[in-house]
């Protein structure tokens, strides 16, 4: 077979979860949460699935959710999207931001990426037949050089892609930035994709900016967000995406013959859930708490700890401890100290290295104190 992604291997999560699951290593790399969702939730799922709503959902997905969706951009955001036309369910973000990228992108159009990118979007790009420019965030803050950005737009770009709070850095735009971007979509012909799966996930009393406020952008801008990492579910695979109608209309002809529609009683549960409990205004103040601890430990190692503002992941520079490459280190790490990590250079196009790894911290405290453990001895 003619490959048609001939320089990409298997994902990094799945490498390092395995290289975690044979060696029997705390898994800090792939990000997931290791303690169970709300048996609320649960239950609402085993009490769809008796109750025998297991056909197709609609190809928009469960109305109850959409609205409620759009009731809640409304009420956090004061945005407007209409449940009919400008908000779709999806088979996780992973599935709304592949089928976006089919949407938009033909040959030779160019995207916009700002590395560390998380590692869906250039495949992705480049499956369509589009060019993936990529503009590196400042290390060590990470911060988006705008000057740089208003540089490579031209008339071939077609995308740019914002993850934001963003994985793997942990860094969260400010309103200066959103406004940076909206005058920027103001300028030029090219769309948005702000990936926000993060968006409850923020630190230190700093609140999410969503391009989803940016309502002189609206026809611009395509959000994503993920219910896995909201209710502490990434096995479920729901998610969704926002689009001002005339985006969504193209949006469902892909998605229609894409997968057609999600699983129908996870819907269902989480549309209920949602309407009847407050789980997600919590989220910043429950991920801080593991944040605070897991740095305070981090402190006690070798590690130079880089800020999280942001996300259930933090990085750290390993200089002191390593000469080896990144995917070295973290596979050194896994194997001997048994804990896993995620080496930040597969998140670059051409895989630099800065030495540094990335933790996942979505886990229950004894499991970040023990890695904490294997940590010091480094
Ligand atoms: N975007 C980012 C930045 C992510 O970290 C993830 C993590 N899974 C996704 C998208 C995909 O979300 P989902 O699991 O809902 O497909
Ligand atoms: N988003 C998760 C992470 O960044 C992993 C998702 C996946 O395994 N594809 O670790």
């Not at 420019?133 to 914002?162: A, G």
């Not at 001002?244 to 859930?273: G, V, W």
Request: glycine fraction near 4%.
């Amino acid at each position: 077979i003619k490959s048609k992604l001939p320089n990409i291997s298997t994902t990094i999560f799945s490498v390092m979860s395995q290289l975690a699951n044979e060696h029997q290593a705390i898994n800090l790399a792939q990000g997931f949460p290791d303690f169970n969702a709300d048996s609320e939730l649960i239950s609402r799922l085993n009490f769809y699935s008796t109750q025998n709503y297991n056909q197709y959902a609609p190809m928009t997905g469960v109305e109850k959710l959409r609205i409620l969706l759009s009731e809640k951009y409304s009420s956090i955001y004061q945005s407007d999207y209409d449940f009919q036309n400008e908000i779709n369910i999806t088979s996780g973000a992973s599935q709304a931001i592949f089928n976006i990228i089919s949407t938009l992108i033909h040959p030779n159009d160019e995207v916009i990426i700002f590395e560390p990118a998380y590692d869906l979007y250039q495949p992705t790009v480049e499956l369509f037949g589009g060019k993936i420019v990529s503009i590196q965030l400042k290390y060590p803050e990470y911060s988006i050089d705008f000057e740089e950005l208003k540089q490579k737009i031209n008339d071939k770009t077609k995308l740019i892609i914002v993850n934001n709070p963003n994985n793997p850095t942990g860094r969260i735009l400010s309103e200066n930035d959103l406004k940076q971007f909206e005058q920027i979509l103001k300028d030029s012909n090219c769309y948005l994709l702000a990936d926000e799966v993060y968006e409850h996930i923020t630190f230190d009393g700093k609140s999410h900016q969503s391009f989803a406020k940016l309502k002189s952008v609206k026809d611009k801008v395509f959000i994503v967000g993920s219910f896995g990492k909201l209710f502490h579910i990434t096995g479920w695979k729901i998610g969704y995406i926002l689009a001002e109608k005339e985006l969504m209309k193209e949006f469902r002809k892909c998605h229609q013959f894409n997968t057609f529609s999600t699983h129908t009683p996870s819907q269902y549960a989480i549309a209920d859930y949602l309407e009847n409990s407050d789980h997600y205004l919590h989220l910043n103040d429950f991920f801080q708490q593991k944040r605070d601890l897991f740095v305070d430990g981090l402190k006690s190692t070798n590690f130079e700890i880089l800020s999280s503002e942001g996300t259930y992941f933090i990085s750290a520079n390993y200089s002191k401890i390593s000469d080896l490459s990144d995917d070295e280190f973290a596979k050194e790490l896994t194997i001997n100290h048994k804990v896993a990590t995620i080496p930040i250079s597969a998140f670059y196009h051409d895989k630099t290295d800065h030495n540094i790894v990335r933790f996942c911290f979505a886990k229950k405290d004894e499991t970040l104190l023990m890695a904490i453990e294997n940590l010091k001895n480094l």
